[in-house]
């Protein structure tokens, strides 16, 4: 079963200023899809680039397949997830984020506009990831889970290397 991890990037859900509603949505779907998945993180946006270093890695433990992000990606000066994501990243995949990007200011939300997401595949070799970047609101977020949703399979597949190309 491969297993993925939510991060929340939000300095006040992390201070308790108010309770975070993005990443219980996204653990949620991830485990209907039958993946392993603890309960989100949330974590201070000044910390998030350190939390993705390990958890990509950095900490010298296996990845998981999957790491969803929320917040962090708009042009505030804290808005660093992006940023935190991209150095990692080994191929993009920016049609996902075009995707949802899209799909916001289709349903008549003009700032969706200014998500500055980011998508792609982390590592290399046996320990690859699929790593994207949601707005941290709950509509950017769903909007995220209706794009991936019906691709997130065939990804994990051919991160896996099992894939039915002829």
Known sequence: ?????????????????????TGPLLVEWLRSLGLEVPDAAVVA????????????????????????????????????TVAAVRPHLTHELPGLVEAVRRRGVDAGVPTALLSGGVAGVAGDG??????????????????GIAVLDPVLGHLLNQLEGRTDHE
Do not use: N
């Not at 079963?1 to 509603?21: C, F, I, L, P």
């Not at 998030?48 to 990606?73: C, E, M, R, S």
């Not at 994207?132 to 509509?139: E, K």
């Open 126 to 143: 046996d320990h690859r990831t699929f790593v994207i970047t949601l707005p941290g609101s709950r509509g950017g977020v769903k909007d």
């Open 1 to 21: 079963m491969s297993r993925a991890h939510v991060v929340v990037a939000s300095t006040r859900a992390a201070s308790g200023e108010y309770r975070d509603t």
């Open 45 to 80: 946006d000044a910390d998030v680039t350190g939390y993705l270093d390990d958890l990509l890695g950095g900490d010298g433990a296996p990845p998981p397949g999957v790491v969803v992000t929320t917040g962090g990606t708009g042009i505030s000066p804290t808005d660093t």
